[in-house]
């Protein structure tokens, strides 16, 4: 069984910053990648972030310059540095991790940029 705990969410202004963890634990062999998606109200779930298991990464356009994703092997953690948030970054974000034989998702977090 494998577990994904977030952590991280909150209330920001407009331009401040917020850094999200997500750590897995269980049975975990065969990481391939671990991602951030968000999900706004009435909007369907979108990839925000990813990085492979050979450090490779991918960034919506809507985040890239602004959001930096990162991940401790040793700890199987992944995070989601955000920077200059945007009241459009408002949403849940979820933290997915796929193995070789199955993908798991986090229970999500809130992230609100508002002032």
């Known amino acids: 069984q494998v577990q994904l705990v977030e952590s991280g969410g909150g209330l920001v202004q407009p331009g401040g910053s917020l850094r999200l963890s997500c750590a897995a634990s269980?049975?975990?062999?065969?990481?391939?990648?671990m991602g951030w998606f968000r999900q706004a109200p009435g909007k369907e779930r979108e990839l925000a972030a990813l990085i492979s298991r050979g450090g490779g990464t991918i960034y919506a356009n809507s985040v890239k310059g602004r959001f930096t994703i990162s991940r401790d092997n040793a700890k199987n953690t992944v995070y989601l540095q955000m920077n200059s948030l945007k009241p459009e970054d408002t949403a849940v974000y979820y933290c997915?991790?796929?193995?070789?034989?199955?993908?798991?998702w986090g229970q999500g977090t809130q992230v609100t940029v508002s002032s």
């Open positions: 269980g049975s975990i062999f065969g990481i391939n990648d």
């Open positions: 997915r991790l796929v193995l070789d034989t199955a993908t798991y």
